[in-house]
T-cell receptor, first 110, second 113 residues
């Protein structure tokens, strides 16, 4: 997905913590989004980072390092309903278009 | 419910045919984006319109075209369809010309047989 790399699949246990990494091309970078997508459904917004550091929102947190072209999504206290695809997306230029990675399919097991 | 409406939800057609997908953005949103999602390609950006004008173009084939009407709804036209065009087509909207989160519709599943 246009120089955005994230793992294809991950598996974790209910109640645990999982970190999904994303690396991206830094040129023309204007912000980093994370979306959640259940199979066959629309992507839904999780987080947005434009400055370095950690943004926490309930069980989900997202981190950004602009100099390294690196972000991660941290999911705590995993629930079965968190089984989904997690999409890392880079805001490209000033048009507002998002360039998505291939997504990481997370399977939460009991 | 994101507030973005896409019709139809499912479309089955044959190779060589032409179809039109429709999208109504959230109330007040001026930008509309079209994305194609296939199993092996992920979400691919096709095109963006802002207040009726084309604003950004992605990897959209020449057989595909889109427009945004004065009432801000948008249509994506796919012609001379090929088997490889089978995919989930999403429309998304945002309030301004860009830089904020996108709200996605539930998509149109296109099957070309």
């Amino acid at each position: 997905g246009q120089n955005i790399d994230q793992p294809t699949e991950m598996t974790a246990t209910e109640g645990a913590i999982v970190q999904i990494n994303c690396t991206y091309q830094t040129s023309g970078f204007n912000g980093l989004f994370w979306y959640q997508q259940h199979a066959g459904e629309a992507p839904t917004f999780l987080s947005y980072n434009v400055l370095d550091g950690l943004e926490e929102k309930g069980r989900f947190s997202s981190f950004l390092s602009r100099s390294k072209g690196y972000s991660y999504l941290l999911l705590k206290e995993l629930q079965m309903k968190d089984s989904a695809s997690y999409l890392c997306a880079r805001l490209s230029g000033n048009t507002g278009k998002l360039i998505f990675g291939q997504g990481t399919t997370l399977q939460v097991k009991p | 419910d994101s507030g973005v409406t896409q019709t139809p939800k499912h479309l089955i057609t044959a190779t060589g045919q032409r179809v039109t997908l429709r999208c109504s953005p959230r109330s007040g949103d001026l930008s509309v984006y079209w994305y194609q999602q296939s199993l092996d390609q992920g979400l691919q950006f096709l095109i963006q319109y802002y207040n009726g004008e084309e604003r950004a173009k992605g990897n959209i084939l020449e057989r595909f075209s889109a427009q945004q009407f004065p009432d801000l709804h948008s249509e994506l036209n796919l012609s001379s369809l090929e088997l490889g065009d089978s995919a989930l087509y999403f429309c998304a909207s945002s309030a301004t010309r860009g830089g904020e989160k996108l709200f996605f519709g539930s998509g149109t599943q296109l099957s070309v047989l």
